[in-house]
């Protein structure tokens, strides 16, 4: 029995919610969910879940979450969006050769025009995770958005870095699941599958070597990301709720997305998967070549302990800075891991306060501060 219901609204109960639904260029519906309280707000936040999770990492109901904070704090009218990469789709549980360079082009752009459209062309900040923070990054730095007021990327921007053993990982997985065992995708929650399943046995096999917590799931999402025991977050950051629940707040994936990212990390930068596919020219080859000319701001934030993406956010920020002095920030949580500034217990306390500062610093017209003050190199 869940603790918790699957999808639930009930960590936002003081707001207005509705749904919207668009379709993409290549044929894929999605979704977005709106929490507004009021009709006067000055502007939008988009909030961008990664790989595997969905809206539900910004509204869960065991901790005061980024869309209550959010509402709480000035901004009355919040979106979250369920791009291709959510585990609430089906299309997911097949295999497929979606990339980021797909979600770039075809995912993000009508999201906003939608928005835009709802909202009357008031601005719009993003706060971005994983690789949706990745994603949004090359839709915009690659001139397939803009007019952006400000981005949140939280654990990885634009120069994704991982540790060795992810390295591997990357190398080895794709071919292993889909041709050697013959899965279409990995699936933190295959140890409740009903009855034997080569998911369950796999799910069985990896637990043998995680021997950190009782949690078949959190050992499933140490195999698929990062390197570590846990990798993902640390155990003490979390709601106990929220640990038992990884089986539903992260899904299945297919493999592909993993090729794109081993190509970006040997490639020390975010760049397109098949240059000289005529379904991608309006993208460029490299997101980074003008990034000189991108006025939007960037925070790129990564927990000090972070074992998914290491310090791949101060190598960005590092690079951007070269192109672009003074334009973007850097923010290191201490404590915590790749997944846990959004899903932590505390971190309406210890990491939303970094966030806040940054958007308040922006509520303007796209690319302006509203004060005088200086940059936050490094928080926390």
């Known amino acids: 029995m869940r603790e918790i219901p699957l999808y639930t609204l009930d960590g936002v109960p003081d707001a207005d919610v509705r749904t919207y639904s668009f379709s993409t260029g290549d044929g894929l519906g999605m979704g977005l969910h709106r929490f507004s309280r009021g009709t006067q707000a000055t502007e939008s936040v988009l909030i961008v879940h990664g790989l595997t999770t969905s809206t539900d ?6 901790h005061r979450n980024l869309v209550t904070y959010l509402l709480d704090n000035g901004y009355r009218d919040v979106w979250t969006i369920d791009f291709r990469m959510s585990n ?31 909202t009357d062309g008031k601005p719009i900040h993003v706060i971005s995770h994983c690789l949706g923070a990745v994603s949004f990054l090359m839709s915009l730095f690659g001139g397939a958005v803009d007019g952006v007021a400000s981005v949140i990327a939280n ?33 933190p929650r295959w140890y409740a599958d009903p009855g034997p399943s080569r998911g369950k046995l796999f799910s069985k096999a990896v637990s043998a070597f995680h021997g950190e917590c009782d949690q078949p799931d959190c050992h499933m999402l ?12 640390s155990h003490e950051k979390l709601a106990d709720v929220t640990h038992r629940r990884g089986g539903d707040l ?15 990390v040997a490639a020390g930068r975010a760049v397109k998967m098949t240059p000289g596919d005529p379904r991608y020219d309006r993208l460029p080859d490299d997101y980074l070549a003008n990034a000189a000319a991108i006025e939007t ?13 290491r310090d791949s ?7 951007l800075e070269k192109r672009a002095p003074g334009r973007h920030e850097l923010a290191v949580l201490p404590g915590y891991g790749h997944q846990d500034p959004f899903m932590g217990e505390h971190v ?31 928080a926390g």
């Open 222 to 233: 140490s195999l698929m990301w990062g390197s570590g025991w846990p990798a993902l977050y």
């Open 250 to 264: 992260y899904g299945a994936t297919s493999m592909h997305y993993y090729r794109h990212v081993r190509k970006m």
């Open 155 to 187: 654990s990885v921007g634009l120069t994704p870095r991982v540790p060795g053993w992810s390295r591997v990982k990357l190398q080895l997985a794709p071919v292993l699941v889909e041709d050697v065992i013959g899965l279409p995708y990995l699936n």
């Open 313 to 319: 956010n101060i190598v960005c920020h590092r690079e």
């Open 297 to 309: 701001p960037v925070l790129l934030a990564t927990g000090d302990r972070n074992n998914v993406f």
């Open 57 to 62: 990492m910004f509204i869960m109901p065991e």
């Open 348 to 378: 309406a306390d210890e990491v939303f306060p970094t966030f806040l500062d940054f958007l308040d610093r922006h509520r303007s017209a796209p690319g302006a501060r509203t004060t005088d003050a200086p940059p936050m190199a490094v």
């Open 88 to 118: 609430r789709y089906s299309y997911n549980l097949f295999r497929n050769r979606y990339t980021m360079d797909d979600i770039a082009l075809y995912d993000f752009p009508p999201a906003l025009e939608l928005m835009r459209r709802e």
